[in-house]
């Protein structure tokens, strides 16, 4: 991989949408995700309503890079090289003395030392994106409910989580108006959405004037990413796109072979039938990267078209695009945002300030005080001192698998398309594909110690 990482030299540019293209206004976002899954639960599946009741103080415990043991309801952060830094049994912190007699300073039983390891399975989940983070609190206080209540063990919650997503956010529950989360965005998108800034909608058009295809892919369905688009970029946005791929099922978009996942055409936002390969720019469903490819080759005339894919997963976005597909890739990475100075930027425009009635709960971009820097933390997590600091498995992966990483598509918007971002494999840097700056944390680079 070269040092240095320009749009210019990209013929493909593609972008996820939800958190990348669409920012969300996170407390309210955050909010109306937990109600979807708890109102759920509570109302269908019969668990405690203490679960309806949400305080700001409580949205400390979401942060990005957790993984839930789905057997024993522990939480756990994980350090580069596998071991656990810190751990909760739902919300209560595991104190140092039982941290380390229950995971010591050996590997985590599910970890593999891939950093492409698995972010779902039947025994774990990772939260790595902001439509996640939300569950993480949610299902912190089941397990607070359930030990309280009857110190179940193995627990047996996750069924319904499942359940609860099936209700809220099928295919069909857009057009339905089924469950909290569609029919509240629907009545008052404006609470929830951020439009898209004039430099960012200048620098979609500059990048198509220049010749370059411009791709949406996203796993919304075509239904709710008109809603988004239009609310965003303005009813006329798809002419910026010569491709757009709803319902994408990322990863597996970019994991799977042509003939287990192939494109499909929409009707009325129905899927209709299968595709034997892609054979003209439009609005598909579904899909696979490989059939994608060869149509971008017959658009461009190129043999090895160059792709760069901005997204904000790790695993549905970059590290899929990046292992399974070889394309450049941009991390949207709002904790960037959260770092300066210990004051984030604020990501709420002015005239959305006090709009909103309720206490102010803590953006998800910011440092929680339970689990500490997204980036780094201490071996023991106890005092933080520098010769004891080490990278934490999330940070690891933004520097193996991201071309570069930005709090924001409107950080880069206003650059020359031509400007030479220096790339994470700048000297295999932890921090050189960091634009604008680093985050503060890890400006002392060369006192971390790497496992």
Known sequence: MAQHFSLAACDVVGFDLDHTLCRYNLPESARLIYNSFAQFLVKEKGYDKELLTVTPEDWDFCCKGLALDLEDGNFIKLADNGTVLRASHGTKMLAPEVLAAEYGRKEWKHFTPDSGMACRSGKYYFYDNYFDLPGALLCARVVDSLTKNNGQKPFDFWKDIVAGIQHNYKMSAFKENCGIYFPEIKRDPGRYLHTCPESVKKWLRQLKNAGKILMLITSSHSDYCRLLCEYILGNDFEYL?????????????????PSQRPFRTLENDEEQEALPSLDKPGWYSQGNAVHLYELLKKMT??????????????????????????????????????????????????????????????????????WGSFFIDSVSGLENTEDSLVYTWSCKRISAYSTIAIPSIEAIAELPLDYKFTSFSSNNSKTAGYYPNPPLVLSNDGKLTTK
């Open 301 to 370: 005339g190129k043999p090895e078209p160059k792709v760069v894919y901005f997204g904000d997963s790790m695993h549905s976005d970059i590290f899929p695009a990046c292992h399974y597909s070889n394309w450049e890739t941009v991390l949207i990475l709002e904790e960037l945002r959260g770092d300066r100075d210990g004051k984030p930027e604020d990501s709420e425009p002015l005239e959305k300030k006090g709009k909103y009635e309720g206490p102010k709960a803590k953006p998800l971009n910011r440092l929680s005080k339970k």
């Open 241 to 257: 796109f010569d491709i757009v791929i709803t319902n994408a099922l990322k990863p597996g978009f970019f994991s799977h072979l």
